[in-house]
């Protein structure tokens, strides 16, 4: 079957809600994936934040294989090893407490919503609290995920959604201030922005809402879910601060490929807010994912992954910085990590789709930020091969334009 044929078949049985590339990926290897048609794709985007190890790491493969051979799935019913083990690195590698496994991050994201409402509602036997979100975040697609997304663009089709939802500026303190009433039951962000533009919080407002949040009973949510698990160059992106929430969301990496998302919160949550029955998934955390997050968190630790990821995310953004300093079209560098965004005033769209064609991925934020999130175990050298391979684009573009206004 050729390739036109697979998309043939594709568009012709999936709904379409994705605007997707005309290629067919067929395999990977280590930072690079390969198509149906043999070409090599330096990949910068790791499925949007999620393989952080890559493509085809035997260590990983073989733990998957031999859980497929024990048990795939029995229920939260019943105690399985792989599942407590994986809530115990999990909870070891976070500093929280407690933690529910879910399938994505946005079912994350709505059990870190009722754990706040319902640790409201036991507080003051009384429901109708409201939650403080951030303006140009987001959460996911979910009805409750979205109604938290601080972009109209995604909520404005399916409103109503849910009620008591206010929406302040991040990084903006005051902003948040000013939005706090006897009603509010939780402040939920990002820690870094992803889909937003990649915008760190700032110290400043990371300490602010936590103190914040401690005068009046409200509880910090923090979504770490596209930042978390080594990303930042801490496990969780809050390491780095010192603000410790009392939710905390997680998905993607903790995976690295395998459905698999979580929230999880502190002894003092736990114990007034989601008991028996208000709660429960039927896939979440069986014995399969937990065997691929417990050989996560085992890799993570062996390999000094945050260590790693520091030093090549120090390269990373001395590189980018030196594209923004040669590109007048790139007006700014934001990012930490191996979490980066270049401001492009050209249409990103088209910068992604042209770097295809040289063989690299790199994928959009927003609609004028070009994202940079690589598999966690790339090396200066990966680096070096895309700023060669993104340089020649952005040449073609100026190229291109300047030849266009000359025939004007």
């Not at 029995?74 to 792989?82: D, E, G």
């Not at 992954?305 to 594209?323: F, N, P, R």
Request: with cysteine; hydrophobic share 40%.
């Amino acid at each position: 079957m050729s390739k036109e044929q697979q998309i043939k078949q594709a568009e012709d049985a999936l709904l379409h809600v994705y605007n997707r590339f005309s290629l067919v990926l067929d395999r990977g290897d280590g930072a690079y994936l390969y198509d149906t048609d043999g070409k090599q794709y330096l990949d910068f985007a790791a499925g949007i934040a999620v393989m952080a190890f890559g493509y085809n790491n035997k260590e990983y493969n073989d733990a998957l294989k031999a859980q497929v051979d024990k048990l795939l799935h029995t229920s939260n019913l019943y105690y399985s090893v792989p599942t407590a083990t994986a809530a115990q690195a999990l909870t070891k590698a976070s500093g929280m407490d407690r933690v529910f496994f879910t399938n994505s991050g946005a079912e994350a994201i709505e059990g870190a919503i009722k754990a706040a409402k319902k640790y409201a509602y036991t507080r003051d036997g009384h429901g109708g609290h409201e939650i403080i979100a951030m303006n140009h975040s987001f959460h996911g697609r979910t009805i409750g995920a979205l109604s938290v997304t601080g972009n109209e663009h995604y909520r404005e089709p399916f409103e109503p959604l849910m009620p008591g939802v206010k929406y302040a500026d991040f990084n903006d303190l005051d902003s948040v201030k000013a939005q706090v009433t006897d009603k509010t039951c939780a402040i939920i962000f990002e820690t870094i922005q992803g889909e937003g533009g990649i915008y760190p919080a700032s110290k400043e407002f990371m300490e602010g809402v936590r103190a914040l949040c401690d005068e009046n009973d409200i509880l910090l949510i923090l979504d770490e879910i596209q930042c978390g698990v080594g990303r930042s160059g801490h496990m969780f992106a809050w390491q780095g601060y010192g603000v410790k929430p009392d939710i905390m969301t997680s998905a993607k990496a903790l995976g690295c490929g395998v459905p698999v998302g979580a929230f999880l919160m502190t002894e003092r949550v736990a114990k007034t807010s989601l008991m028996p029955g208000d709660h429960g998934t039927t896939y979440g955390g069986n014995p399969f994912v937990g065997a691929a997050v417990t050989k996560v968190f085992e890799m993570m630790e062996r390999e000094q992954m945050t260590a790693h990821v520091q030093e090549i995310g120090a390269y990373l953004s001395q590189k980018l910085d030196m594209l923004v300093d040669k590109y007048d079209c790139l007006t700014a560098h934001r990012g930490v990590g191996l979490m980066h965004g270049l401001v492009c005033t050209k249409k990103v769209a088209e910068v992604s789709a042209k770097a295809l064609e040289k063989g690299l991925i790199v994928i959009t934020a927003g609609s004028d930020v070009i994202r940079f999130v690589p598999p966690l175990i790339i090396e200066k050298e990966h680096v070096d091969e895309m700023i060669e391979k993104l340089s020649a684009v952005l040449d073609e573009m100026d190229e291109t334009a300047l030849n266009r206004n000359k025939q004007k």
